[in-house]
């Protein structure tokens, strides 16, 4: 299996790499990005030689500045056989506008082309808990990913899923780059088996979400729109 990763510099895309690299059925993992995803964060705990190996001989990483244009690079854009999308942004802050143009414009760009590239192509993209598929509802954040949801789901892929993950365990030296849970990482962990065995369904790691993605691209799920649940049950 050939797997193509938007977002790996962040702490859902380095969570699925990881699982990416260490999964015996996937030849060939691409990412793409305006950088590379640092691969130096993974800790060695289970792989060591193996590890070093998968990410020399499977990954190869693509850097791309525009985000919305892939003319230049659509050769490199072929024969893959799932796309993991989890490039993404706060919306803390930000008006509609600008936040629909990284949430639903970029999205949209690359679920086009890699669509009409790869017409068996499974697009698996992460949207988030509460994502609101009616459009309409007064979160702004929620309204916007679930136009971006309704619109992949109605893009033509073989398959596509929405992954919508809620609070998010990162695992084996995987790490988020927003400053407010780098905070409270330290503060929750010792509480987190707690947390996780009183609300099992609402609380995933880094590493469950990889194997989730895993296990849609080889052999489907039963319905498009994936919450936590159903993505602990599918990894």
């Avoid at 895309?13 to 993992?29: I, K, N, S």
């Avoid at 070093?52 to 990954?59: D, E, F, I, S």
């Avoid at 629909?100 to 414009?105: G, V």
């Avoid at 369904?201 to 469950?208: A, S």
């Amino acid at each position: 299996m050939k797997v193509l990763i938007f977002g790996a510099s962040g702490m859902v895309g380095l969570g699925v790499l990881r699982e990416c690299l260490v999964a015996p059925d996937v030849t060939q993992v691409t990412t793409l990005g305006r950088g590379p995803a640092d691969t130096s964060l993974f800790r060695r705990d289970r792989m060591d030689a193996g590890f070093n190996y998968a990410v020399t001989k499977k990954l190869r990483q693509l850097v791309h500045a525009d985000m919305f244009d892939y003319r230049d690079i659509e050769s490199a854009l072929t024969g893959f056989d799932a796309c993991f999308f989890c490039l993404g942004v706060s919306s803390l802050g930000m008006q509609e506008d600008a936040y629909a143009r990284i949430t639903y414009d970029l999205t949209m760009a690359a679920a086009r082309t890699l669509q009409r590239l790869n017409p068996d192509l499974t697009f698996i993209y992460v949207s988030g808990a509460s994502t609101d598929s009616s459009e309409q509802g007064k979160s702004m954040w929620a309204r916007v990913k679930g136009r971006t949801e309704n619109a992949l789901l109605g893009l033509g892929f073989r398959h596509a899923y929405m992954f919508r993950p809620g609070a998010l365990i990162a695992l084996h030296g995987v790490r988020s780059k927003t400053p407010a849970y780098r905070i409270l990482y330290p503060i929750l962990w010792p509480l987190l088996p707690l947390l996780r065995a009183i609300w099992p369904d609402r609380i995933l790691t880094t590493e469950q979400i990889g194997r989730a993605m895993l296990a849609a691209a080889r052999q489907g799920a039963d319905k498009g729109v994936l919450e936590t649940a159903d993505i602990r049950r599918l990894a």
